[in-house]
């Protein structure tokens, strides 16, 4: 398989460029040589890359720039889709477009199903949202896939903020009313992978197995870490920030598990091992 990765410097990008060398040629593009809004070079990249799936995980991602900088993130995270599906379209092949729990607004007491109807709260959710429209509306091979909560190696995630503070502080206040699923993005890469091998078009929740809060996340990394910093919890309402987050995103993947043939592994497992290999 010839897979295409926009996005490729990217957190998840990065992950997916190595499960699916895998199984073949696996090429990644991303800024500044490639610009997914740029129509003609999405096109030309899709044209020369010959590829059998096109995957997008290029997104603007900064939820609190995207209050002041609505713009950029729609274009990105919604005129780059609709470019990009639309050209992996021309060229009839899939298209995998990689969203986000951010499309709810948390509103809801248990996990999300890939039915529920989104409404986000903030302009990073808004675009996200308005990227699935535009990949649905663009192809009918599209696996559109929500996830959460994402790290991996290399990026600027929750446990390496939490590394950072706890380097230099004794305690540390995280809030514990917001409730989410944390995500490998190995763990996420593995899962798309076995779900691109079939022809199951259609929208998916991808996220490691149970829940947790803010503050239990980071109990834990604390705890498999030795480290001897303390975790205090507080309400988000402490820290106000510019973009309102859902307080309850807590994703159910079991519709992308019948597909695959397996379940997601618990958050807590998934955790344990990127911190044992991150040191």
Same mark, same amino acid.
């Given at each position: 398989?010839?897979?295409?990765?926009?996005?490729?410097?990217?957190?998840?990008?990065?992950?997916?460029?190595?499960?699916?060398?895998?199984?073949?040629?696996?090429?990644?593009?991303?800024?500044?040589?490639?610009?997914?809004?740029?129509?003609?070079?999405?096109?030309?990249?899709?044209?020369?890359?010959?590829?059998?799936?096109?995957?997008?995980?290029?997104?603007?991602?900064?939820?609190?720039?995207?209050?002041?900088?609505? !713009?950029? &993130?729609? %274009? /990105?995270?919604?005129?780059?889709?609709? +470019? @990009?599906?639309? =050209?992996?379209?021309?060229?009839?092949?899939?298209?995998?477009?990689?969203?986000?729990?951010?499309?709810?607004?948390?509103?809801?007491?248990?996990?999300?199903?890939?039915?529920?109807?989104?409404?986000?709260?903030?302009?990073?959710?808004?675009?996200?949202?308005?990227? !699935?429209? &535009?990949? %649905? /509306?663009?192809?009918?091979?599209?696996? +559109? @896939?929500?996830? =959460?909560?994402?790290?991996?190696?290399?990026?600027?995630?929750?446990?390496?903020?939490?590394?950072?503070?706890?380097?230099?502080?004794?305690?540390?206040?995280?809030?514990?009313?917001?409730?989410?699923?944390?995500?490998?993005?190995?763990?996420?890469?593995?899962?798309?992978?076995?779900?691109? %091998?079939?022809?199951?078009?259609?929208?998916?929740?991808?996220?490691? =197995?149970?829940?947790?809060?803010?503050?239990?996340?980071?109990?834990?990394?604390?705890?498999?870490?030795?480290?001897?910093?303390?975790?205090?919890?507080?309400?988000?309402?402490?820290?106000?920030?510019?973009?309102?987050?859902?307080?309850?995103?807590?994703?159910?993947?079991?519709?992308?598990? %019948?597909?695959?043939?397996?379940?997601?592994?618990?958050?807590?497992? =998934?955790?344990?091992?990127?911190?044992?290999?991150?040191?």
């Amino acid at each position: 398989m010839r897979t295409l990765i926009f996005g490729g410097k990217g957190q998840l990008g990065r992950t997916l460029l190595e499960v699916f060398s895998t199984e073949g040629t696996a090429i990644g593009l991303d800024l500044p040589e490639l610009d997914i809004a740029n129509r003609y070079a999405v096109l030309s990249a899709i044209r020369q890359g010959a590829p059998d799936l096109v995957i997008n995980a290029a997104a603007y991602t900064d939820v609190e720039a995207a209050e002041s900088h609505p !713009e950029a &993130a729609f %274009r /990105a995270n919604d005129m780059g889709a609709r +470019i @990009v599906a639309e =050209a992996a379209a021309m060229q009839g092949v899939p298209v995998v477009y990689i969203s986000t729990d951010y499309v709810f607004d948390g509103e809801k007491k248990t996990p999300y199903v890939p039915g529920d109807r989104p409404r986000p709260l903030n302009v990073y959710g808004k675009s996200k949202e308005a990227g !699935e429209r &535009a990949t %649905r /509306a663009a192809t009918s091979k599209h696996f +559109i @896939v929500r996830t =959460a909560w994402m790290y991996g190696p290399g990026g600027n995630h929750f446990i390496e903020k939490i590394r950072r503070a706890a380097s230099v502080k004794s305690q540390l206040r995280v809030v514990e009313d917001e409730i989410g699923s944390p995500t490998s993005t190995h763990d996420l890469a593995l899962a798309l992978l076995a779900l691109c %091998r079939t022809q199951a078009y259609g929208v998916y929740h991808a996220a490691n =197995a149970g829940a947790c809060s803010r503050y239990e996340m980071a109990r834990e990394i604390v705890r498999l870490a030795k480290w001897k910093t303390k975790i205090i919890p507080c309400s988000s309402a402490e820290y106000p920030a510019a973009a309102q987050r859902p307080r309850y995103s807590v994703l159910d993947s079991s519709a992308l598990e %019948r597909q695959i043939g397996r379940k997601m592994r618990p958050w807590q497992a =998934a955790l344990k091992d990127y911190l044992g290999k991150e040191g």
